[in-house]
């Protein structure tokens, strides 16, 4: 079966996603193609590496192509840290890289994430290649070009732009995922449908269920309408000085409730989308922009799917004051302001800056804070 291909048009920097089963096995012949890459690094963590890193570099292997891999980084979002950072570069560099040497993201979006900004900063930059293996990375953030880590101030704080040359996107790698982890992806899906693809979302009502039962094609059919909706907002916005900041929507409200449980497992990154995501619907009801019906709509799919709607189903007392001023903490405050994506209903996103911190708290408290 040929993959689907999703052509980000960037220019020099353009590239292309390719998406379907059997992708990791075909490695080889896809990076190959790649004008001036011979030689690879490849970067994975403990839980991927067991189950693909050998197939991804036998694959390189038998397509001529000089790849080693680096021990395999621990599993979590802790990774993305200064100290990760700092002995993944002294890592990378040990292998005297060139300017030509490829990094290789395997995994999920930690991964992704981190070697991208490595990759940016090792010998001023260096090109990388995304291979993600869990839905949101191949949804999100495996496209784009935003790399970054975190810091004790907040959530990818500290990063880059730079594009990959080559995303795989291999939908075998979403059958063996943890039904959570596999929610946690199915969010970001779902934000795509509310920013601008209204009639996406009345898909994802119908398909949903049957996409995270194991539907395969289902699945390849999510990934490739979200790759292409990211790709037309990336292509308009590369670097987030406008339109691009859409892809945000419930990101204000989920990284802050990610930093106030300390970004361990009792919330992960998708959840917290999801939760944000009904935030700023129900924000956007309180104000006289989005229907009471279509909030209803939103929560009943969330849990239909089995995603969270609300804080008390989260083992953690949160503050509703403590979470608002964590949200003035975000990148995309703006002269002080801060920017929330709201919806004038399902499928039509905007951004503003009138929000208040006490509106905020006041959302936060309405959810259980």
């Not at 292309?16 to 011979?38: N, T």
């Not at 002995?87 to 005297?96: D, F, M, T, V």
């Not at 094609?217 to 670097?239: F, G, L, N, Q, T």
Request: hydrophobic share 45%; glycine share 10%; aromatic share 6%.
């Amino acid at each position: 079966m040929n993959p689907t291909t999703v052509h980000v048009a960037l220019d020099a920097r353009s590239y292309d996603i390719l998406i379907g089963p059997g992708l990791l096995a075909r490695a080889g012949e896809q990076v190959a193609a790649l004008k001036g890459v011979r030689r690879l690094i490849v970067i994975t963590d403990t839980h991927v590496a067991p189950r693909y890193l050998e197939r991804v570099m036998n694959s390189l292997s038998a397509a001529g192509l000089q790849a080693e891999s680096l021990p395999p980084l621990p599993a979590g979002e802790g990774t993305k840290s200064f100290a990760q950072l700092e002995a993944l570069l002294e890592a990378i560099l040990e292998k005297q890289p060139e300017r030509g040497t490829a990094l290789v993201a395997l995994g999920g979006g930690v991964i992704g994430d981190l070697v991208g900004f490595a990759a940016s900063i090792v010998l001023r930059g260096v090109p990388f290649i995304q291979m993600p293996t869990t839905l949101l990375s191949q949804v999100d953030s495996s496209v784009g070009g935003k790399t970054a880590i975190n810091s004790r101030h907040g959530k990818n704080l500290i990063g880059s732009f730079h594009q990959p040359l080559l995303v795989l996107a291999d939908t075998d790698c979403l059958a063996p995922l943890p039904r959570r982890e596999l929610l946690a992806g199915y969010a970001e899906v779902v934000k795509y449908g509310l920013i601008d693809q209204p009639e996406f979302f009345a898909w994802l009502e119908a398909h949903g269920p049957a996409l995270i039962e194991g539907d395969a094609e289902a699945r390849r059919h999510a990934v490739e309408i979200s790759c292409r909706a990211k790709a037309r907002i990336v292509e308009a916005d590369e670097k987030e000085s406008g339109k691009r900041a859409l892809l945000n929507l419930g990101h204000t409200f989920g990284h802050a409730l990610e930093k106030a449980t300390g970004y361990s497992d009792l919330l992960n990154h998708g959840e917290a989308v999801a939760l944000g995501c009904v935030m700023a619907l129900q924000m956007s009801v309180a104000r006289g922009l989005a229907t009471r019906e279509e909030l209803h709509r939103l929560r009943h799919h969330f849990t239909e799917t089995g995603l969270l709607t609300h804080l008390s189903q989260i083992p953690h007392r949160f503050s509703a004051e403590a979470l608002a001023s964590y949200c003035k903490q975000d990148k995309k405050v703006k002269d002080g302001k801060l920017t929330f994506i709201l919806l004038r209903g399902i499928g039509h996103a905007f951004i503003t800056q009138d929000v208040t911190e006490a509106e905020a708290a006041a959302t936060f408290a309405e959810f259980g804070a």
